[in-house]
Protein backbone atom coordinates (compact mmCIF):
# COMPACT_ATOMS: atom_id res chain seq x y z
CA UNK A 1 0.00 0.00 0.00
CA UNK A 2 1.59 3.19 -0.90
CA UNK A 3 -0.01 5.45 0.96
CA UNK A 4 -1.74 8.91 -0.26
CA UNK A 5 0.31 10.18 -2.74
CA UNK A 6 0.15 13.91 -3.57
CA UNK A 7 1.91 15.82 -6.29
CA UNK A 8 3.38 17.80 -7.39
CA UNK A 9 5.53 18.03 -3.82
CA UNK A 10 6.66 21.55 -4.12
CA UNK A 11 5.35 24.17 -6.53
CA UNK A 12 6.26 27.95 -7.33
CA UNK A 13 3.66 30.09 -8.85
CA UNK A 14 3.63 33.61 -9.49
CA UNK A 15 1.22 35.62 -8.11
CA UNK A 16 -2.13 36.17 -10.31
CA UNK A 17 -1.46 32.35 -11.64
CA UNK A 18 -3.65 29.06 -11.25
CA UNK A 19 -2.13 26.06 -9.19
CA UNK A 20 -3.55 22.71 -9.50
CA UNK A 21 -3.09 20.05 -6.77
CA UNK A 22 -3.44 16.68 -7.20
CA UNK A 23 -4.39 13.39 -4.51
CA UNK A 24 -4.16 10.16 -4.76
CA UNK A 25 -6.24 8.42 -1.91
CA UNK A 26 -5.73 5.03 -0.31
CA UNK A 27 -7.40 2.58 -2.31
CA UNK A 28 -10.66 1.28 -1.02
CA UNK A 29 -11.12 4.82 1.27
CA UNK A 30 -14.41 6.68 0.83
CA UNK A 31 -13.69 9.41 2.12
CA UNK A 32 -10.99 12.12 1.26
CA UNK A 33 -10.18 15.55 3.09
CA UNK A 34 -8.27 18.63 1.85
CA UNK A 35 -6.51 20.31 4.94
CA UNK A 36 -3.91 23.33 4.39
CA UNK A 37 -1.16 24.16 6.95
CA UNK A 38 0.76 27.18 7.95
CA UNK A 39 2.97 27.90 11.01
CA UNK A 40 0.30 30.57 11.65
CA UNK A 41 -2.99 28.97 11.62
CA UNK A 42 -2.03 25.46 11.95
CA UNK A 43 -3.82 22.23 10.37
CA UNK A 44 -7.46 24.18 8.85
CA UNK A 45 -10.09 21.85 7.22
CA UNK A 46 -10.95 23.05 3.52
CA UNK A 47 -13.00 20.55 2.25
CA UNK A 48 -14.24 16.56 2.00
CA UNK A 49 -15.84 14.29 -0.17
CA UNK A 50 -17.41 10.87 0.86
CA UNK A 51 -17.98 8.27 -2.47
CA UNK A 52 -16.95 11.06 -4.86
CA UNK A 53 -19.30 13.70 -3.68
CA UNK A 54 -18.75 17.04 -2.08
CA UNK A 55 -19.87 17.13 1.45
CA UNK A 56 -18.26 20.15 3.30
CA UNK A 57 -16.53 22.70 1.52
CA UNK A 58 -16.66 25.19 4.53
CA UNK A 59 -13.36 25.40 4.83
CA UNK A 60 -12.64 27.06 1.37
CA UNK A 61 -11.99 30.15 0.32
CA UNK A 62 -15.19 30.87 -1.81
CA UNK A 63 -13.70 32.67 -4.42
CA UNK A 64 -10.93 31.03 -6.16
CA UNK A 65 -10.49 27.86 -4.45
CA UNK A 66 -12.52 24.61 -6.06
CA UNK A 67 -12.01 20.86 -5.67
CA UNK A 68 -13.26 18.21 -7.46
CA UNK A 69 -12.88 14.18 -7.40
CA UNK A 70 -13.97 13.12 -10.72
CA UNK A 71 -12.97 9.25 -9.87
CA UNK A 72 -12.56 7.22 -7.09
CA UNK A 73 -8.65 7.60 -7.31
CA UNK A 74 -8.15 11.03 -7.97
CA UNK A 75 -8.62 14.41 -6.20
CA UNK A 76 -7.65 17.90 -7.55
CA UNK A 77 -7.46 21.36 -5.30
CA UNK A 78 -7.38 24.15 -8.19
CA UNK A 79 -6.42 27.80 -6.43
CA UNK A 80 -6.86 30.50 -8.94
CA UNK A 81 -5.59 33.51 -9.30
CA UNK A 82 -3.14 32.81 -6.57
CA UNK A 83 -2.29 35.16 -4.17
CA UNK A 84 0.95 35.65 -1.44
CA UNK A 85 -1.50 34.01 1.48
CA UNK A 86 -2.11 31.21 -0.13
CA UNK A 87 1.48 29.87 0.00
CA UNK A 88 0.84 26.76 2.51
CA UNK A 89 1.55 23.11 2.63
CA UNK A 90 -1.42 21.93 1.30
CA UNK A 91 -2.26 18.04 2.66
CA UNK A 92 -4.61 15.35 1.19
CA UNK A 93 -6.15 12.73 3.58
CA UNK A 94 -8.58 9.45 2.99
CA UNK A 95 -10.08 7.63 5.76
CA UNK A 96 -11.93 4.36 5.10
CA UNK A 97 -15.03 5.69 6.18
CA UNK A 98 -15.78 9.19 7.87
CA UNK A 99 -17.02 7.99 10.97
CA UNK A 100 -15.20 9.93 14.34
CA UNK A 101 -13.45 6.27 15.02
CA UNK A 102 -11.67 6.21 11.49
CA UNK A 103 -8.10 6.78 11.17
CA UNK A 104 -7.29 9.97 8.90
CA UNK A 105 -4.23 8.94 6.63
CA UNK A 106 -1.92 11.69 5.38
CA UNK A 107 -0.16 12.49 2.51
CA UNK A 108 3.07 14.32 2.79
CA UNK A 109 1.95 17.25 1.57
CA UNK A 110 2.08 19.81 -1.58
CA UNK A 111 4.15 22.85 -0.71
CA UNK A 112 3.06 25.88 -2.30
CA UNK A 113 4.74 29.08 -2.48
CA UNK A 114 3.11 32.04 -4.69
CA UNK A 115 5.39 34.73 -5.52
CA UNK B 1 -16.91 26.53 15.97
CA UNK B 2 -14.53 23.72 17.59
CA UNK B 3 -11.39 25.21 19.22
CA UNK B 4 -8.30 23.10 19.77
CA UNK B 5 -5.56 24.78 22.18
CA UNK B 6 -2.29 22.63 22.75
CA UNK B 7 0.17 23.31 25.67
CA UNK B 8 2.98 23.64 25.73
CA UNK B 9 4.31 24.84 22.49
CA UNK B 10 7.51 23.27 22.87
CA UNK B 11 9.22 20.93 25.59
CA UNK B 12 12.69 19.64 25.67
CA UNK B 13 13.40 15.65 27.48
CA UNK B 14 16.17 13.74 28.25
CA UNK B 15 16.11 10.34 26.60
CA UNK B 16 14.46 8.22 28.71
CA UNK B 17 12.17 10.73 30.05
CA UNK B 18 8.10 11.03 30.41
CA UNK B 19 6.99 13.39 28.00
CA UNK B 20 3.65 15.18 28.79
CA UNK B 21 1.45 17.10 26.50
CA UNK B 22 -1.89 18.78 27.08
CA UNK B 23 -4.82 20.04 24.91
CA UNK B 24 -8.19 21.42 26.04
CA UNK B 25 -11.49 21.80 23.20
CA UNK B 26 -14.75 23.77 23.33
CA UNK B 27 -17.09 21.39 22.57
CA UNK B 28 -17.64 18.89 25.61
CA UNK B 29 -20.02 16.79 22.91
CA UNK B 30 -16.93 16.31 20.39
CA UNK B 31 -16.90 12.70 19.22
CA UNK B 32 -13.22 11.11 19.63
CA UNK B 33 -9.73 12.92 19.96
CA UNK B 34 -6.83 12.06 18.46
CA UNK B 35 -3.42 12.51 18.83
CA UNK B 36 -1.02 13.03 15.96
CA UNK B 37 2.57 12.97 14.80
CA UNK B 38 4.21 14.92 12.13
CA UNK B 39 7.93 14.55 11.72
CA UNK B 40 9.37 17.78 9.28
CA UNK B 41 8.53 17.40 5.48
CA UNK B 42 5.88 14.44 6.33
CA UNK B 43 2.47 14.35 6.80
CA UNK B 44 0.78 14.02 9.76
CA UNK B 45 0.90 9.99 11.31
CA UNK B 46 -2.56 9.08 13.67
CA UNK B 47 -0.94 7.94 17.47
CA UNK B 48 -3.99 7.17 19.27
CA UNK B 49 -7.21 8.39 19.73
CA UNK B 50 -9.53 8.15 22.69
CA UNK B 51 -13.52 8.33 22.77
CA UNK B 52 -14.74 7.55 26.50
CA UNK B 53 -13.80 9.41 29.74
CA UNK B 54 -10.85 7.71 31.78
CA UNK B 55 -7.21 6.64 30.34
CA UNK B 56 -6.42 4.45 27.73
CA UNK B 57 -2.89 2.84 26.96
CA UNK B 58 -0.56 1.61 23.81
CA UNK B 59 2.73 0.73 24.13
CA UNK B 60 4.45 3.67 25.50
CA UNK B 61 1.82 5.84 25.31
CA UNK B 62 -0.99 6.42 27.48
CA UNK B 63 -3.58 9.24 26.92
CA UNK B 64 -6.13 10.41 29.67
CA UNK B 65 -9.21 12.34 28.33
CA UNK B 66 -11.50 14.15 30.69
CA UNK B 67 -14.75 15.64 29.06
CA UNK B 68 -15.92 17.98 31.97
CA UNK B 69 -12.54 19.82 32.18
CA UNK B 70 -12.57 19.39 28.17
CA UNK B 71 -8.98 18.25 28.73
CA UNK B 72 -6.89 15.42 27.36
CA UNK B 73 -3.50 14.73 27.90
CA UNK B 74 -0.77 12.40 26.16
CA UNK B 75 1.86 10.89 27.77
CA UNK B 76 4.98 9.56 26.44
CA UNK B 77 6.81 7.20 28.41
CA UNK B 78 10.36 6.39 27.83
CA UNK B 79 11.04 9.03 25.18
CA UNK B 80 13.50 8.60 22.91
CA UNK B 81 15.57 10.64 20.04
CA UNK B 82 13.24 9.34 17.42
CA UNK B 83 9.67 11.10 19.08
CA UNK B 84 11.42 14.35 18.49
CA UNK B 85 8.13 15.87 16.04
CA UNK B 86 5.46 18.33 16.53
CA UNK B 87 2.44 16.65 17.85
CA UNK B 88 -1.18 17.28 17.03
CA UNK B 89 -4.26 17.11 19.41
CA UNK B 90 -7.45 16.75 16.94
CA UNK B 91 -10.88 16.93 17.90
CA UNK B 92 -13.83 14.78 15.75
CA UNK B 93 -16.91 17.40 15.61
CA UNK B 94 -19.81 17.77 13.86
CA UNK B 95 -19.20 16.81 10.13
CA UNK B 96 -16.68 13.99 10.85
CA UNK B 97 -13.99 16.39 9.86
CA UNK B 98 -10.91 16.50 12.51
CA UNK B 99 -10.30 19.96 14.17
CA UNK B 100 -6.43 20.25 15.02
CA UNK B 101 -4.16 22.36 17.35
CA UNK B 102 -1.25 23.95 16.60
CA UNK B 103 0.72 21.55 18.19
CA UNK B 104 3.58 20.86 20.07
CA UNK B 105 7.27 20.77 19.25
CA UNK B 106 9.18 17.59 21.35
CA UNK B 107 12.67 17.42 21.50
CA UNK B 108 14.62 14.72 22.78
CA UNK B 109 18.09 14.98 23.40
CA UNK B 110 20.45 12.04 24.02
Partial sequence: NAGVIQTPRHKVTGKGQEATLWCEPISGHSAVFWYRQTIVQGLEFLTYFRNQAPIDDSGMPKERFSAQMPNQSHSTLKIQSTQPQDSAVYLCASSLREYSGNTLYFGEGSRLIVV | QEKVQQSP???IVPEGAMSSLNCTFSNSASQSIWWYQQHP???????????????KKEGRLTVYLNRASLHVSLHIRDSQPSDS????????????????GIGTRVLVRP
Fill in chain 2, 85 to 100: AVYLCAVNSAGNKLTF
Fill in chain 2, 9 to 11: ESL
Fill in chain 2, 41 to 55: GKGPEALISIFSNGN
